[in-house]
């Protein structure tokens, strides 16, 4: 009796290509796509609570600068409404210096030289002397208030103060601001964690790619507008 010789098997075939199991197994995919979308929202999210203690402490700093500088504004105006008041008085005493009876010449020169000594400090005499240097060359009346130097020795102090507020109230918004385009980040990512979420239990390929697409589409968009911020350090 004659017996048939049995079929071989055939041998698989060497050069089939390894990189395809990775996109077969979608899985895997998934999973390798779900760990760089969760690091990339957590660096997201850290930095947003970074910009938001940053953005507290620049604010906290302008309003304590603000404070600051209003106080230093009421006494400049403090000051200054006194030096206007005592120039009132200088100049009515300077009218009875030339009062043709000495004793009330000599009574208003006393209290014009006590006054100056006791209320005119060196920026309102500096002042009083331009006063009298420009009326000398004009032949116009130039009073020591239409002096810039003045106003600048006696408010400098203010208007520096309330320029440093500014800019920190518009570093504390500027702060904000990107702290608030994190936090958009943020939930764009979390978007994409749900998608890929999806996918992963998803049965039917075609509906798995479509997820999976689509987060990464937003996922891309989202870490593109993170990379645009500026790193926070601690």
């Known amino acids: 009796m004659t017996t048939s010789a049995p079929t071989p098997t055939p041998a698989p075939t060497p050069d089939q290509p390894r990189l395809s199991g990775l996109f077969g197994d979608m899985e895997l995919l998934v999973v390798i796509l779900l760990g760089i979308v969760s690091v990339a929202t957590a660096y997201t999210s850290f930095q947003s609570t970074l910009y938001d203690g940053l953005t507290a402490s620049s604010y906290s700093q302008a309003q304590n600068s603000q404070t600051e500088a209003e106080s230093l504004f009421l006494e ?29 010449a000599q009574a208003a020169t006393a209290k014009f030289d006590t006054l100056q ?69 943020t939930v764009l990512m979390a978007i994409t964690l749900f998608l890929l979420g999806v996918a992963a239990v998803v049965k039917r390929r075609r509906i798995q790619w479509i997820l999976i697409g689509f987060g990464m589409s937003i996922f891309t968009v989202a870490a593109v507008l993170t990379a645009l911020v500026p790193f926070a350090w601690f």
């Open 76 to 104: 400049a105006n403090q000051v200054y409404v006194q030096d206007v008041q005592t120039w009132g008085r200088l100049t009515e005493l300077s009218v009875d210096m030339d009062n043709p009876d000495p004793v009330i």
């Open 117 to 185: 000594f006791v209320l005119v400090d060196e920026i309102f005499d500096a002042a009083i002397t331009w006063s009298d240097e420009e009326a000398t060359a004009t032949g116009d009346y130039v009073g020591p208030f239409d002096s810039e130097e003045y106003f600048a020795a006696r408010f400098g102090a203010w208007a520096d103060e309330d320029e440093r507020s500014t800019a920190l109230f518009e570093t504390a918004e500027e702060y904000n601001t990107l702290g608030d385009r994190l936090q958009l980040n």
